[in-house]
């Protein structure tokens, strides 16, 4: 199963973390520690890294003999990284980080870092149509999509209902404020480290 | 949602805006408080608190603690806007974690949403379930979530939640889900035609089947099935192609399942699951440069190798995976040199001969040098599971080198794996002792205790060897700095047997006294109080040293340490004594050899890789590790955890004085006079007997059901079953032992039987072979008919018919059970015979036991007459010839076949038929040179003939 998500940027700080597995420790300490290990490694390695020193944070006492792995992919300036065990398919999760983002750029049409801070409940929402419990939930980016579209749907919908005199407003995606935008790159074409084209 | 969240926007744009973390935390102490103020308050309408929770979470996913707000998420919950509902949940399933007290209030709310009519609430509270859900939760709520898994108006994203959130519930608390009453009914959804449905329930029946492997059987052929729509005849809809292959996920998952299955036995099963292997591994000869597409069929070809090493290791598939992997294990692409090495090492831990990974023996040596440490842990890996007799020497040679170089982190594990490898391949002791004291002088730090253990252990029970120990470890002692698990050794080591080299020049008694003792000063208390049983052992047969060993225990009688100081004053007082005592030749008698025990170190591997949630289907090691393991597993599964046999104590030791010679019997404490193959035969015997006690569905019973197939007994084609939805006919070939049956299942309603699928019960599958020619088909168009093709086998006598279980969605899920016309009479076939040779025949077979016989009473026809053409349609269709002028009562039958048999050969039958019309009965008598036969026969005439009372 899958025991984290974690989306940190080139410094180091989480831009969405989500855990499937009680932790035992800070959740910061954690994050710090994968990114201490991860930004380390040059690009041209594997995605993949055996994990034995995070067992403590994910109750070694439970599950003593976990195997833990650490599957990431760099994309610009933010990592993407899945805690998993050796029950998932190494590749498998790279393929899944990939279906991650690209639903997130469909959903932020072209999605770029500051829209995961100020979307943040946005990316659970859309996480949650990935992910659910730890388990791939769905990999099609056309049924992701049509599930974010219609939670946006209803979300209006209600909106509307108890605010009858705004003019759309809440609800639609994908409206940054323009002195929000700060183009940090587009991801999904910004594969860095292995594979990249 | 953020937008149309003032405050909210501002109060992240602050954030971002402050320039230190005080600023940041002051900024975020502010905004608590004003929070709490305004909790504390009350009277906030939804959008107030929608406001404040997403503040909270914001916070929260910052780092910081917060306690408050939680009471609000709990509102929003059961609030009937999405949007305020959405942020509660998001709150409910951030903050809060499965013990919490708060998710107490929540249960209810969530039910409420489960029930409701809008689909999109339902997922909102799956998806709290399957991320917070204790046990509460579970007990409260499995029902309502398995009744929207199973629903036929369920929509597809509801039913995938459904399956995810289902799954959850069995991790946290396996006793919440019926597993085995739910079984067929979930094993169905495989069929569903939304791919997206089949990932989720997958991973479900994954789950369950682990630990319900017989109850979940059904799913190996849906698996093999969907795999081969999906690979072979590319039947999947274009959306789940991702980067044009056909949704890797699911394959991956697929493929998973199947290896937690034994091969299945179906020959029509194993050639598509075949094909469908065969298929995988060619795809993936043609490389493409899109990193993703390469990346999604590198998936499945790992996955699909490790399938096919599970099958059969001997199958020309593994040839081919073994080339493939000889590629992939010098590949460019640091990801496919990682995923090349470990399925070998998964190769290589299943494998007879591992001649096929030895050849690549210099890449993998290279590989420990690899720029990536992930890839270097699998070199590692393999390199422990192709260890054997023959390459051991190279093989620890190259581990000790590395050990040197190699990372830290890595150092523990290797050494125990350097162990463990020394101990059980040693060619020869010397090398074995070399080895473990170069092992401990290069990485003593990352020497466990049980290491130095075995060693003296080993020593201590090789007479051979106590010499050449004595010699070698005073040598490493030598060196300037030695670790003290070393002088450990060289103190327990020379104490013992330093008097067998005492006389050798340069091991003098005083020259091992003073390279111990110079040694201690840097060493610990535990150590310490070693060396001190060594010198007391050496006042016994070093006389010559009693004055300086005294002069010691002298100096640690006043030493802080109570345990040295006790140990210093008695062995004063024992040295003390006067020349003659002899308390101290007692005390000091040479150890007797250990009991033989298994060795400490595997068990300390063994503890590090158990089981995981979804068990490993292999683990790093040699063959007898897994095969051992997988004894072991089995019988977990059996017991069903009650009494859990870790896997290290499974291999039992036997003292076994003739093979004490046998370095590698005495030494492992494992017990290799088992072959792998007696090794593997009780698990694969447990696990046919398994699924062979499956228990039987009852049949569908009635007084058409029983007529229909009594008449099938002697004709051969028929209806075998009808109701208002289905018809089942049979029609069948018979020639010899070999047989055909065509099944043919019509679909009588006006819409389709979806997750169709058929199951045969054999109860005597040594006797009666029943096969599918081909996969049958999981779906039966509306008024339409499908053929199911069966192969049939007769080997030896049968007297239970099989039994084929269909099943099937058809707003419900339903299952039938019906006997198939298959008895022992349909291997029969006629014979011509005259009337010198049956009666010479039926003589010489005799009466009883060979000769059964019955009488019974009979219908007449209309007319009052004995029914004649009914009479001989049952004994021509039970494939007798029908002998007439033998007797000479016209209405009497005589009849002669030859059962014929695959395995038991053939057996003759004789039958006479002799009934009566006044008296309404009939004497049926048959002779067979077999008892069985001839009773079993006796029973089949009989049963259409008689009255239907």
Known sequence: MIHAVLIFNTSGVPRLTKFYSPIHHSSQTLVQRIFSLICTRPAGLCNFLDAPELEEFLGKKSHEDERLRVVYRSYATLHFVFLVDASESELGILDLIQVFVESLDRAFENVCELDLVFHFDEVHHILAEVIQGGLVLETNLDEIDRSIKQAAQARKTSFASSNPLSLGGGGGLGQRSAGLQTPLGWLTGKLSGVGAI | ?949
């Open chain 2, 1 to 949: 949602m953020a937008t149309g969240m003032r405050g909210l926007t501002q109060f992240i744009a602050d954030i971002r805006g402050a320039r230190v973390r005080e600023l940041e935390e002051k900024r975020i102490n502010k905004e608590m408080a004003n929070i709490r103020k305004r909790f504390k308050d009350g009277n906030l309408d939804g959008y107030q608190k929608k406001k404040y929770v997403a503040k909270i979470i914001f916070t929260y996913i910052l780092g910081y603690k917060v306690d408050v707000g939680h009471m609000e998420a709990v509102n929003l919950i059961s609030s009937n806007k999405y949007s305020e509902k959405q942020i509660g949940y998001l709150a409910v399933t951030l903050l809060m974690h499965e013990n919490s007290d708060f998710l107490r209030l929540v249960v209810n709310s969530i039910r409420k949403d489960l029930d409701d009519n809008n689909e999109i609430h339902n997922c909102l509270a799956l998806h709290a379930i399957a991320n917070v859900g204790g046990k509460e939760m579970a007990e409260a709520l499995a029902e309502d979530v398995h009744r929207l898994l199973i629903s036929p108006t369920s929509q597809s994203f509801v039913k995938k939640k459904a399956a995810l959130t289902l799954l959850r519930m069995y991790r946290k608390h396996p006793d919440v889900i019926p597993a085995e009453e739910w079984a067929l009914r979930i094993v169905s959804i495989m069929d569903d035609p939304d791919l997206g449905v089949v990932i989720c329930v997958t991973s479900l029946v994954m789950a369950l089947a682990q630990d319900h492997l017989d109850a979940y059987a059904v799913c190996y052929q849906k698996a093999v099935d969907r795999l081969h729509r999906l690979v072979v005849d590319h039947e999947y809809s274009a959306t789940y192609a991702y980067y044009k292959v056909p949704s890797p996920w699911l394959q991956v998952k697929l493929l998973r399942l199947l290896q937690y299955y034994p091969p299945s036995d179906d020959p029509t099963i194993r050639s598509v699951l075949h094909n469908v292997l065969q298929v995988i591994m060619n795809n993936s000869a043609e490389p493409t440069r899109n990193v993703q597409h390469n990346n999604a069929q590198h998936a499945i070809l790992f996955e699909a190798i490790g399938l096919a090493i599970h099958l059969d290791t001997n199958s020309p598939l593994v040839g081919t995976a073994a080339v493939l992997l000889a590629r992939f294990i010098s590949s460019k692409e640091t990801n496919v040199r990682y995923l090349g090495l470990d399925t070998m090492a998964h190769l290589a831990a299943r494998a007879d001969s591992l001649e096929p990974i030895k050849k690549h023996q210099g890449t993998i040596i290279l590989s420990l040098r690899d720029k990536d440490i992930s890839v270097r842990r699998r070199a590692l890996d393999l390199l422990y599971s192709m260890c054997d007799v023959d390459n051991s020497e190279l093989i620890v040679g190259e581990l000790l080198r590395y050990l040197r170089v190699a990372d830290y982190g890595l150092r523990e594990e290797m050494v125990l794996k350097i162990a463990i490898l020394t101990e059980k391949y040693a060619n020869s002791y010397k090398w074995y002792v070399d080895t473990i004291l170069d092992l401990i002088s290069a990485a003593g730090d990352h020497v466990g205790d049980e290491v130095w253990y075995r060693v003296v252990q080993i020593v201590t029970n090789t007479e051979d060897l106590q010499e050449y120990a004595a010699k070698v470890v005073f040598e490493h002692m030598k060196s300037p700095s030695s670790h003290e698990s070393l002088v450990k050794v060289g103190g327990y080591i020379l104490g013992e047997y330093g008097h067998l080299i005492a006389n050798s020049p340069g091991y003098s008694p005083l020259e091992q006294f003073q390279l111990l003792h110079a040694k201690s000063q840097f060493c610990g208390a535990p150590t310490r109080a070693l060396l001190l049983s060594t010198y007391i052992k050496w006042v016994n047969v070093f006389p010559e040293l009693k004055p300086q060993l005294i002069n010691v225990f002298e100096r640690y009688r006043h030493v802080l340490d109570s345990e040295l100081q006790q140990r210093a004053c008695e062995f004063y007082a024992i040295a003390s004594r006067p020349e003659e005592d002899e308390l101290l030749q007692n005390v000091c008698e040479e150890m007797p050899p250990f009991p033989p025990r298994q060795s400490a170190l595997l068990g300390r591997l063994n503890r590090k890789q158990g089981d995981t949630e979804d068990k490993r289907t292999w683990v790093i090691g040699g063959k007898e590790a897994n095969l051992e393991r997988q004894a072991s597993k089995r019988l977990t599964v059996m017991t069903t955890g009650a009494a859990r046999l870790s896997n290290g104590s499974t291999g039992v030791s036997q003292p076994d004085s003739a093979s004490a010679q046998d370095i590698t019997k005495t030494l492992a404490g494992l017990d290799f006079t088992t072959s792998p193959d007696q090794a593997e035969a009780p698990g694969l015997q447990h696990a046919s007997s398994n699924l062979s006690t499956i228990k039987v569905p009852p049949v569908v019973a009635g007084p058409n059901v029983d007529r229909w197939f009594d008449k099938l007994t002697y004709s051969a084609d028929g209806v075998l079953y009808e109701d208002i939805q289905l018809q089942i006919g049979v029609k069948s070939r018979y020639h010899g032992h070999l047989g055909q049956l065509a099944i043919y299942v019509g679909n009588k309603i006006g819409v389709p039987l979806t997750s169709f699928t058929t199951t045969m019960h054999v109860s005597e599958p040594e006797a009666l072979s029943v096969t599918f020619a081909k996969m049958p088909p999981t779906m039966i168009a509306p008024r339409t008919q499908t053929q199911l093709l069966l192969h049939i086998e007769c080997n030896k006598f049968f007297r239970t018919p099989p039994v084929m279980t269909v099943s099937f969605l058809a707003g419900s899920h339903q299952t039938l059970s019906v006997r198939l016309p298959l008895v022992i009479t349909k291997f029969f076939e006629g014979v011509k015979l005259g009337p010198t040779e049956f009666f010479e025949r039926w003589k010489l077979i005799g009466g009883p036991p060979r000769e059964a016989q019955s009488i019974f009473p009979i219908t007449l026809n209309a007319a009052g007459h004995i029914d004649m053409p009914k009479h001989r349609q049952v004994v021509s269709g039970l494939r007798f010839d029908i002998l007439d002028g033998i007797d000479p009562n016209p209405t009497n039958i005589v009849g002669a076949g030859v059962l014929h048999m695959a395995v038991e050969g053939k057996v003759g039958c004789l039958m006479r038929l002799e009934p009566n019309r006044e008296a309404k009965l009939c004497r049926v008598t048959i002779r067979s040179t077999s008892e069985d036969v001839a009773s079993e026969v006796q029973k089949l005439v009989q049963k259409p003939l008689t009255t239907e009372s």
